[in-house]
């Protein structure tokens, strides 16, 4: 019986093998550094070079139907259970490896010399088929040969950016009209998949997830840098709890998330009751409801009209500001007092105090006044007018600290406060 002749193709996985093991069983002591580096990049080039050769072995997979031998239902399933990849990283190869050989002669070209990577072999793909079945097929072959001349120069990353605006290299004119189609069905799906979930824990935090536009997204991150900018000082809380001499960073070095999820909490504060609607004919206003014995600096919490409670320093803190209305009860639970617009500083008052103060008004802080508060040095509650003379700026975690009970403090001569932990 005449024994069948093997394909040449069959030998050269076994060289490569055999290769490899000559290369593993060399020392590398005596390699320099540009030899390394050199060594690197074709080996990077090689790769480029097998993951093209797959990727054809790969579609002529498909058309001999390989899968039959193990009866599984198509080449993708079969060549990851062959190989351990994933499914999903299994179809998504094969899918690729048929559009290079049917659709994008250039693209395999240029992977047959290594001049693509895989990574950028799958975002060219994508990005000419997202061009659609009625576009010319001259401008289809130029956008596919600028894309490959792009990768000489641009990671898979980069490429995808350029794939999107490739139109606006070869045709501009059909550019910015499949552009404008394009981004109309994103947001018209953007739209659709608007989310936002929100669960309390139980112990004092609320966490959620939301999903809203491009755009929206860009707008509520700028919105929450310009609050949360490294450069905003803070005091050390080392420093309030009396543990250093009370230095201060000049630039904030908490992680950028825990900055902006503190700037999330100041943009809720900011809110003005004018900018939303009314709910059930009142304002979306958080009320906030104490003893008078609270806002004299009592111990008692405070409650808020959505059920929650808060701690007295906090609720002494928000009473500060007119972003929420404090109603105040007497002993007898009886309402004294519901908010009232003398409480609050006018515009032309915090102008006033902005001139003056320049700032926030607390020992070593030099936070800008469009991150303060105005705060009263003679509590409301007490009688204090809501004047310039007796207010000044604060910035919001100082405000916090002037109104928490565990701090003394101490005007200094120069007008600063100072705040100190009690013992």
Known sequence: MTETALHPLAGVAARLHADLDDGFDLGLLTLGPIETGAAVVELERAAHRLAALQSRLLTHATEVR????????????????????TRAEAHRRVRTAIAVDERYDALAAAGALGAVSPGQTEVIVRALDDLGDDLDVDVRTE????LVGFAREHDAKALRVLGRRILDVVAPAVGEAREAELLAQEEREAAAKVRLTMREDGQGCVHGRFTVP?????????MLDAIASPRRSHLR???LDGAD???????????ARERRGQAFVELIERMRDANLPDAAGAGATVVVTMQVDTLT????AASLDTG?????GEARRLACSADLIPAVLGTKSEVLDVGRAARFHTKPQRIAMILRDGGCTAEDCDAPPHWCEAHHDDPWSRGGATSVDRGRLLCGRHHRVAHDPIYLTETLGTGKLRFTRRN
């Open 245 to 255: 001499d009370g230095t201060v960073d000049t630039v904030d070095a908490r992680p």
């Open 308 to 312: 929650h409670r808060i701690s007295p």
């Open 66 to 85: 390989v899968e039959d031998a193990t009866g599984a239902p198509s080449t993708a399933v079969w060549f990851a259970n062959a190989t351990q990849v």
């Open 143 to 146: 956008a596919e040969r600028t």
């Open 237 to 239: 809380t080392g420093a």
């Open 297 to 300: 600096g009592g111990l008692a």
């Open 214 to 222: 491009e755009m929206h997204g860009a707008m509520f991150a700028k």
